[in-house]
């Protein structure tokens, strides 16, 4: 039975391992080697879904417009001026499931 596998979050995932070794290594450091590795997936399963090294890093920075434009949509929201921060800084807190790291952090801040 063949595997089945979410193409969004397939992207998803390589996106976000393109933004790990970017920030680890540089821009110049972004290869698809090494950000196949970084995903844990096979040269050619991240070729499979990018054609291009730049077809790539596009995707990776329509990954973050869509998380600057979800923080932005906090300032526009009747809350107090802290609440706005946390909801903003809360963003960038990786999880999972949405739930996970966030809240812990949500609770302690709190």
């Not at 976000?16 to 399963?45: C, F, M, P, Q």
């Not at 995707?59 to 802290?82: D, G, N, S, W, Y």
């Amino acid at each position: 039975m063949p595997k089945i596998v979410n193409h969004d979050e397939r992207k998803a995932q390589i996106a976000k391992a393109t933004w790990i070794v970017i920030a680890r290594d540089g821009l110049g450091g972004a290869s698809v080697r090494s950000i196949a590795k970084e995903a844990n997936l096979s040269l050619g399963a991240v070729r499979h879904y990018f054609n291009t090294q730049d077809e790539l890093l596009e995707f990776a920075m329509q990954l973050v417009r869509q998380v600057t434009e979800r923080i932005l949509e906090h300032t526009e929201k009747p809350l107090p001026p802290k609440e706005i921060a946390l909801n903003m800084l809360m963003e960038l807190i990786p999880s999972d499931n949405g739930i996970g790291n966030a809240s812990m952090v949500r609770i302690y801040i709190l």
